[in-house]
């Protein structure tokens, strides 16, 4: 494989454990991984000018629904409350098809990319008109991004007393016979990987206790990782508290949905005690701060997660519920929505990115990423800090506080995925225009 230097970084963000930041450096990149940092280095592969650019590991998100970027801003949803919002979106969603997850999966990818995101997790629950998690594994590959899918699923309809309309549900046998498929056929373990395969039941509320059980047997007995929505707003305790007789945190822990193979997203809600149970079982969390303020959920409390040792990591979450999905902003909110609730000091610009890149990768299982070390994966996110955002800023590597949103280069295992601001890896306009009539079709036939 080519090598690639960058040369000259104004800046580099390290996060390795040390939190060095280093400047004047160049990163040598070859065979996907950081070969070597330092001063004066030469290579024998292209050459990127970083004398502008502040340097990061490639951001991680670990909470999205790719599909969503297909319904943003539906006019019935934009002002509802989390289960309101989902009736709107049901009847849409469930219009859907292979050609709606492919394209708006590029998007979804598309649009992380761009704001500096080199690994993704997806949350998958529904597939009507014959998708599947295939879909979107195929459009990663073509974006380029790292790509933790999971197979997510529902199986409780509005006959059963559930939410979803039954057109969207499956039986719960068939739900794990796929889980085995989609893992089987595209899980990768190894170190470096491109795609792992998680295991997520939409939420404690949408599924029966037994498929969470099974859900947790069949995670682990292949060796992935297990994910759902927990303890999101009020109305979601007051549900677990009514149908199950105990906090979520509880019920997570009663059917083996707690370890350092789980993460759970949202948690807006945990309690002193579930926040002790996540630190001690080294559960991770996907922190959605856009998702909490644009649906009313409330303020996570991040800052008593990071201080008692939880893993937390951010999400865009589903850009129906976003509306955007722009990583760097998530990393941006997460600093201010904890100021908001505990003052100016609660969040440093530097501990937010931490979050956003070491932080995710933690969350995913991924000690090969996340960091700016040798040996590690070359994920690397180049900030130009030349232009108008961080003008007359007087710490350009404070990035969250005055800096670029979209990156100017993004390395992915080595490869360029973002190219002077704009996708490398395939035709983005194209897609773009496709989105926009598949988005128009679904308009016209509610
Ligand atoms: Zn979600």
Redesign the pocket.
């Known amino acids: 494989m080519s090598e690639i230097l960058v040369k000259n970084a104004q800046t580099v963000l390290t996060m390795n454990d040390a939190g060095q930041e280093l400047s004047g450096v160049d990163i040598r990149v070859k065979d996907g991984k950081i070969a070597e940092i330092g001063r004066g280095l030469e290579s024998s592969g292209a050459v990127i000018e970083a004398s502008e650019c502040v340097v990061t590991p490639g951001l991680v998100n670990t909470?999205h629904?790719l599909y969503q970027t297909l319904t943003r801003a539906v006019p019935g949803g934009q002002d509802a409350l989390l289960f309101g919002w989902l009736k709107t979106l049901y009847p849409i969603w469930a219009r859907f098809g292979p050609e709606e997850m492919y394209v708006s999966a590029q998007i979804g990818l598309a649009e992380l990319a761009l704001s500096g995101c080199s690994m993704s997790s997806d949350?998958l629950y529904l597939y009507p008109g014959g998708a599947s998690l295939d879909d979107t594994i195929h459009a990663a590959h073509e974006v380029g991004l790292r790509f933790h899918p999971t197979r997510g699923a529902m199986s409780i309809g509005e006959s059963d007393g559930g939410l979803p309309p039954d057109s969207l549900v499956e039986k719960e046998a068939a739900i794990l016979e796929d889980c085995i498929r989609v893992i089987d056929r595209f899980h990768d373990a190894r170190e470096g990987a491109m795609v792992r395969v998680g295991v997520a039941p939409c939420s404690p509320f949408s599924v029966s206790r037994e498929l969470m059980r099974d859900a947790a047997l069949l995670a682990r007995d292949k060796g992935v990782m297990l994910h759902t929505?927990l303890a999101e707003n009020d109305e979601d305790i007051a549900y677990s508290e009514a149908q199950f007789g105990c906090r979520p945190g509880q019920y997570a822990e009663d059917l083996g949905w707690t370890g350092d193979d789980v993460w759970h997203?949202h948690c807006v809600k945990l309690d002193a005690q579930e926040i002790d149970l996540f630190s001690k079982s080294g559960t991770g969390v996907a922190h959605c701060p856009c998702s909490n303020c644009r649906l009313g959920s409330g303020i996570a409390p991040v800052r008593q997660m990071r201080d008692a040792g939880v893993k937390v990591g951010l999400g865009v979450?589903?850009s129906a519920s976003n509306d955007a999905g722009l990583l760097i902003d998530e990393a941006r909110q997460a600093m201010l929505l904890q100021r908001v609730s505990r003052g100016a000091d609660a969040m440093s610009a530097r501990e937010a990115l931490w979050i956003a890149t070491r932080g995710g990768a933690e969350v995913l299982g991924r000690p090969d990423c996340g960091q700016i070390t040798v040996g590690k994966r070359a994920d690397l996110a180049l900030w130009d800090v030349s232009g108008i955002e961080a003008a007359g800023s007087w710490d350009k590597a404070a990035i969250l506080l005055a800096g670029p949103r979209r990156v100017r280069h993004l390395l992915v295992e080595g490869r360029p995925v973002v190219r002077d601001f704009q996708i490398a890896t395939f035709d983005l306009s194209e897609a773009i225009v496709k989105q926009n009539r598949l988005a128009l079709r679904l308009a016209e036939t509610i």
């Open positions: 909470h629904h949350h929505h997203a979450d589903g």
